[in-house]
């Protein structure tokens, strides 16, 4: 049986990602997490948006497993690529969020788009790793930040 590379490249990703983004000085909630405050509204909608994401994912493993990389491509750019930033206002949450937490935002959306691209070559082994990279982003963020 072969062992897959991607799964120690995807947490190295992850964790370099969470030291380079984790900024030092704000406050902190019990947990470590730096506290990000936001208006109510903004943050439901910001929290609304990590839960699509969330059920984004979910439906992606599902085309993988069913073998259609077409379909978990379709998913991962509408709803977790570049091409999403539109649908989740993206526009108007950016300048509530620290730099750092921008960066992983960004580097999510990125990583989704290349993710697409790898499932439509059909290649599964470089698309789960793009997945990984997907994944290794929204635990970078969601352990450095949070909303409040």
Do not use: Y
């Amino acid at each position: 049986m072969k062992t897959s590379s991607w799964i120690p490249r995807a947490l190295a990703a992850g964790a370099l990602l969470l030291t380079c983004l984790v900024p030092a000085g704000p406050p902190l909630a019990a947990d470590g997490r730096v506290l990000v405050d936001m208006p109510p509204m903004m943050r439901d909608h910001m929290l609304g948006n990590m839960r699509d994401h969330l059920e984004a994912v979910n439906e992606i493993l599902g085309h993988l497993a069913a073998g259609d990389g077409d379909a978990a491509a379709a998913v991962a750019e509408q709803r977790l690529g570049m091409s999403s930033l539109d649908d989740h206002g993206a526009a108007h949450m950016a300048p509530l969020m620290p730099e750092g937490m921008r960066q992983a935002g960004t580097a999510m959306h990125r990583a989704a788009s290349r993710f697409a691209l790898r499932a439509e070559e059909g290649e599964i082994g470089p698309a789960i790793a793009a997945l990984g990279e997907v994944t290794a982003a929204c635990v970078a963020c969601h352990a450095g930040w949070r909303v409040h």
